[in-house]
């Protein structure tokens, strides 16, 4: 590797000229004056994929670390996998987000799962998954490396208020509240405990944590907060007055669990990228979080958390008319489906897609070209649109471009030999499928 230009592009990255180090180091990943070392072109991908993430480009950067992942020598697979689900996050694909997320807490060797667990937790949240949640929050919260555990109890808490578990509730943010952090973070932490307190029906307790929450003046109440805050001021002023109040015109908390709102303030990601050019060290004003208070609500197990989701579900339900609702939602999903499969059909969609045929041409080349090639096609046409061909059960699309009729299909596959091979792949329309009318060496260079 030319440790200059890896050098330079470093420099560059930590100066945040994002986009010179990306020009760097792909001249780097380039440059064959110097042979490379087990290890570094996925260390030069990875590194390219985070210049990506700063320049907002998270679509890109999910390439480039997957093609770090193909490096067999190197090592940061966690860390790779982690952030190719903050990606997906970034790109509100939270179902892909969790299952990276989950591939990183795989990797024995990863040493930071608090950051998986955090970016797991929060795509739970988005998902509507609770429960799952709530086992993630806690899991980073426990882990021993995870420099703000603050975050993870204000997550767990906002779980357990959507399980209708107040109690709990309570207990995390009390942990939460025993580290050092920004005053808004601490009023915030406050507020949620009021809202704990009044969901709790401990409204005494509940006026004391609004009052901290908004002691400065500086934290502003959201209005389900201000509605609980007015509502146990209402309640300790009529037990304290001893006479009936007037309660009418308070928009009071109907009863039943309470939604999951998202854990972090406006402006801040949720999530935890593994820069792999962050600085080591400790965490200064570290403390431990469970020294001093009760923690028995990390014991809750995950079957337990579940159980309790389902149930929620299932009270939910018999308050609804069930039976008329499915039933419209089944004659509004039918229509949905034809005017989806219509509009699929225009924009290229198809079974199997284009990415499954190349899957199967490249797979197994020769066996594969009876399955794949179009109708009408001669063998002797096959034959030699095959000889550049190349199998690699592991083949990266790069782009598809597709009518209703025809598509072109960009495809990069491992020579098995350390280098790749770039593919134009034309396909035609068969049926509601695809087949292959042409393959072709592509030169990105020359276009």
């Not at 429960?131 to 767990?156: I, Q, T, Y």
């Not at 350390?418 to 393959?439: C, E, F």
């Amino acid at each position: 590797m030319n440790t200059t230009l890896f050098d330079q592009a470093t420099v560059r990255y930590k100066n945040k000229d994002y986009r010179g180090a990306l020009r760097t180091y792909s001249a780097c990943l380039q440059d064959n004056s110097t042979p490379f070392s087990l290890g570094e072109v996925g260390l030069i991908y990875h590194r390219i994929g985070n210049c990506l993430v700063k320049l907002q480009n998270p679509a890109e950067a999910i390439q480039a670390y997957m093609q770090s992942l193909t490096d067999p020598a190197y090592e940061a697979k966690g860390a790779l996998q982690n952030n190719i689900g903050m990606a997906y996050a970034t790109l509100r694909n939270y179902t892909q987000a969790a299952e990276h997320f989950k591939l990183a807490l795989d990797d024995p060797a990863y040493d930071a799962p608090y950051k998986a667990y955090m970016g797991l937790g929060n795509a739970m949240l988005k998902l509507g998954q609770t429960a799952e949640a709530g086992v993630a929050f806690r899991e980073a919260a426990l882990d021993s490396e995870n420099p703000d555990p603050a975050k993870a109890l204000l997550n767990l808490g906002i779980c357990f208020m959507a399980l209708d578990r107040p109690q709990d509730a309570i207990l995390s943010y009390d942990s939460a509240l025993q580290f050092d952090m920004a005053p808004d973070t601490r009023n915030r932490i406050n507020a949620s405990k009021g809202q704990a307190y009044v969901a709790a029906g401990q409204m005494e307790e509940a006026v004391a944590a609004f009052g901290l929450a908004t002691a400065d003046a500086t934290y502003i109440l959201s209005d389900s907060a201000s509605v609980d805050y007015q509502h146990a001021l209402s309640e300790v002023n009529k037990a304290q007055t001893s006479a009936p109040g007037d309660t009418s015109g308070l928009d009071v908390l109907v009863d039943g669990p309470r939604a999951a709102v998202a854990a972090e303030p406006a402006g801040q990601n949720p999530f935890y990228y593994d820069e792999e050019l962050e600085e080591e060290g400790g965490y200064p004003g570290y403390v431990d979080a469970y020294s001093r208070t009760s923690t028995s609500f990390f014991e809750t197990t995950d079957a337990e958390l579940e159980e309790l989701s389902k149930s929620l579900a299932k009270k939910d339900r018999r308050n609804r008319n069930v039976g008329l609702k499915v039933l419209v939602v089944v004659i509004v999903l039918l229509i949905l489906a034809l005017a989806g499969s219509v509009f699929a059909y225009m924009k290229g969609l198809g079974w199997p897609t284009q990415q499954a045929v190349a899957d199967q041409l490249f797979s197994n080349p020769e066996n594969a070209a009876k399955e794949v090639f179009a109708a009408g096609l001669s063998e002797e046409s096959i034959g030699t649109m095959l000889e550049p061909v190349v199998q690699d059960s592991s083949i990266t699309v790069d782009g598809v471009n597709a009518t209703a009729t025809d598509s072109t299909v960009y495809v990069t596959a491992n020579t098995g030999k350390g280098g790749n091979v770039t593919y134009q792949i034309t396909m035609v329309r068969d049926l509601i499928g695809w087949k292959i009318s042409s393959v072709d060496l592509y030169f990105p260079s020359q276009h």
